[in-house]
């Protein structure tokens, strides 16, 4: 994840969470800000979140950084990770594909984002932290709602199985028609079977063996 702070805003929580009072002026925390900050990252930790060194980028008095998220099981720890940001009071946060699993408790759900990332990866950037849930269940709701063309012959039938299994084992899922697939795949086996030894009788009365 990118995130990008103001440097008034920052300088402002910093003086909520370290308790500072009006007058402590914004010269003053700005000259200690390096210490300030590094307090806050290492109390963002116990959040699921770590502030990584590269990805630093200054424009003005905006400044963006590089934040890795813990992956979520539960909504206790996505809004954990909500909280976690919110210390930071971003102007905005930009997502990337493995901020996903922050957010997306759903193993089903998340291995469908994941897998049509790019679909959708733009309406995820210098968003408010606010819009993050929203943005994500919007997403949710329109990969619900794109209908999937049935493979229309043997090799695109190959294709879709095999990202049908990536897809499951990327969600952690059981296949629910697998008992259902390996009895029709018996039933078919036994009836091949059963057409080969009835097609070997008939030749047998009509080509009999000198």
Not at 20 to 43: C, M, N, W
Not at 140 to 150: E, K, Y
Not at 171 to 190: C, Q, W
Request: glycine content about 4%.
């Amino acid at each position: 994840m990118r995130v990008t702070l103001s440097e008034r805003q920052f300088s402002e929580q910093i003086r909520q969470l370290e308790g500072l009072g009006p007058e402590v002026t914004v010269e003053e925390i700005q000259h200690r800000i390096d210490k300030y900050a590094r307090r806050l990252f290492d109390h963002l930790r116990g959040f699921g979140i770590q502030m990584l060194q590269h990805g630093f980028n200054v424009s003005g008095t905006l400044c963006t950084m590089s934040a890795s998220l813990k992956q979520s099981w539960d909504e206790e720890s996505v809004q954990m990770r909500i909280n976690g940001l919110a210390m930071l009071a971003p102007v905005s946060v930009s997502l990337d594909q493995p901020d996903l699993s922050a957010f997306v408790t759903n193993p089903v759900m998340l291995a469908s984002m994941i897998d049509n990332w790019g679909a959708f990866e733009a309406s995820l950037q210098r968003i408010l932290l606010h819009e993050v849930r929203p943005a994500l269940e919007n997403t949710a709701r329109q990969l619900m709602s794109v209908p999937t063309a049935p493979p229309s012959n043997d090799f695109e039938q190959e294709v879709f199985n095999l990202e049908y299994e990536a897809f499951l084992a990327a969600s952690g899922k059981k296949d629910p028609l697998a008992k259902h697939n390996a009895i029709e795949e018996f039933n078919r086996r036994e009836a091949e079977q059963f057409a080969a030894q009835q097609q070997a009788a008939k030749d047998a009365i009509w080509n009999p063996q000198d």
